[in-house]
């Protein structure tokens, strides 16, 4: 049995605009929103309000540089799984020290986790202990992260969205 997924109204190109200039800037003013997407203030508020309604823009949050806050060292740990169900797991995950995203994903893995810590010892912790010792958690393997850089936002792709 299939579940259907909800319809979701497509996007306009104000629509588009409105989460293209939001993405790069979350603190824009309704009036300077308005502006740059060339529309009043007031279409523009209603809008934004729609957006969130539809769960478009399901909130708004700065952009925390994680070494500034003394994470130096991060790294994606592939996770397998057995017989558990892997809601729980994922939840389980998602409460532990360090771990800032959890990932399903489909293939030959699991869990895909994003984990940040302050320095290699403990970044081993969470690892060995929290993340690989959790019952239904069957194998991890971990790749550091050496350097990230930032790709475009699928809100800024404006050129290869469609209608």
């Known amino acids: 049995m299939t579940t259907q997924q909800p319809h979701r109204e497509p996007l306009d190109d104000i629509d588009r605009r409105i989460v293209a200039e939001l993405s790069q800037d979350g603190r824009l003013s309704v009036r300077t929103l308005a502006e740059r997407v060339h529309v009043s203030r007031t279409a523009a508020h209603n ?7 539809r769960g ?3 909130g708004f949050g700065a952009q925390i540089d994680r070494k500034a806050i003394g994470l130096e060292i991060s790294a994606l740990v592939v ?4 017989d ?4 729980q797991i994922v939840e389980q ?19 895909i986790l994003t984990v940040s810590a302050p ?16 019952p239904g ?19 800024q792709s404006l050129d290869i969205w469609r209608s």
């Open 56 to 58: 478009v823009i399901s």
């Open 93 to 111: 995950l998602a409460t532990l020290p360090f771990v800032e995203k959890v990932q399903a994903v489909s293939g030959d893995i699991d869990i």
């Open 79 to 82: 996770v397998r799984v057995g």
């Open 47 to 53: 809008r934004l309000q729609a957006l969130q309604r």
């Open 137 to 155: 958690v069957v194998s991890t393997r971990s790749h550091l992260i050496l350097a990230e850089i930032e790709g475009r936002p699928p809100a």
């Open 84 to 87: 558990v169900p892997w809601e």
């Open 119 to 134: 320095d290699h010892e403990q970044l081993s912790q969470a690892i060995l202990r929290d993340i690989h010792d959790m």
